[in-house]
């Protein structure tokens, strides 16, 4: 093994390689994330202390009045311990773990991907990069077909900096809605938060009420022109469709107007 093989290797040139193939490009909060990774040995022997998949997004934050963008990681998994990879060796790794109930929804700009990585001591760490094409939970489509049968239509959906509600993230997804009907002329929009828990699902509504008259434009001034709503969805109300929750949804709306 010469030198000056380890000294390329160090900075990647003749080095080993990683490439993920999922299994599963389409998945839901909760649910299961399995593929197969693929090692290829470089041109020299090499030490690779682990390999890990790590789930990662963006969110903005507000930092000195300017919107930043920043990356986030989701979830991360451990596939192997350390071992030592030959010359020009293949090796393949098979995983399947269960996703995080808060992984974001990958609608708008909303982008989530996963990022398979070796640790190599002394050496540029080779990485492959997934994009994951995350959709709702059957849970979140009702609360989704809820709100559309309401006659809102959604505008927006970001990951916002907002660690205090975000739980072990540092940010949280927020879907935003428009009234095109029934709330038009009474609300300016509805942000909706959504916080899977197993069997249930909470929601936290942001309603924000548009300025009507004096009193209106004052309240809207000092921003007290928007209520915050947290409404627990059982498995039981849930299991009774779109048309039922909209119905709750209605009434909740409706008492904060």
């Known amino acids: 093994m010469s030198f ?3 000294m390329l290797a160090s900075v990647g040139v003749g080095a080993a390689k990683v490439n993920t193939e999922l299994h599963t490009p389409e998945v839901t909060p909760g649910g299961i994330i399995s593929g197969i990774v693929y090692i290829e040995g470089g041109d020299v022997e090499q030490n690779v202390d682990r390999i890990y998949l790590t789930i990662k997004t963006h969110y903005i934050r507000e930092h000195n009045d300017r919107k930043v963008n920043e990356t986030a990681v989701v979830a991360k998994y451990l596939l192997t311990e350390g071992f030592i990879l030959q010359p020009g060796a293949k090796l393949e790794k098979s995983f399947s773990f269960d996703l ?3 992984l974001p929804i990958t609608l708008h700009r909303a982008e989530v991907w996963v990022e398979t990585g070796l640790d190599i001591s002394s ?4 990485s492959d990069r997934d994009r994951l094409h995350v959709v709702p939970t059957k849970d979140m489509n009702t609360v989704l077909d809820a709100i559309d049968l309401l006659g809102f239509k959604l505008r927006e959906v970001t990951n916002d900096y907002a660690p205090k509600l975000g739980g072990n993230l540092p940010f949280v997804q927020e879907f935003e809605f428009v009234p095109t009907s029934k709330f038009r002329g009474y609300l300016d929009e509805l942000e909706v938060l959504f916080y899977p828990m197993g ?3 909470e929601l936290l509504l942001q309603i924000d009420r548009r300025a009507r008259g004096l009193g209106g434009i004052f309240s809207e001034a000092m921003g007290t022109d928007e209520s915050f709503v947290r409404l627990h969805l059982y498995e039981r109300h849930l299991a ?3 048309d ?3 119905q709750g949804l209605e009434e909740v709306i409706s008492k904060h107007l």
């Open 4 to 6: 000056f093989k380890k």
């Open 100 to 102: 995080p109930e808060n």
């Open 123 to 126: 050496a540029m760490d080779p």
């Open 199 to 201: 069997d249930s699902l």
């Open 240 to 242: 009774r469709g779109a």
């Open 244 to 246: 039922s929750v909209a």
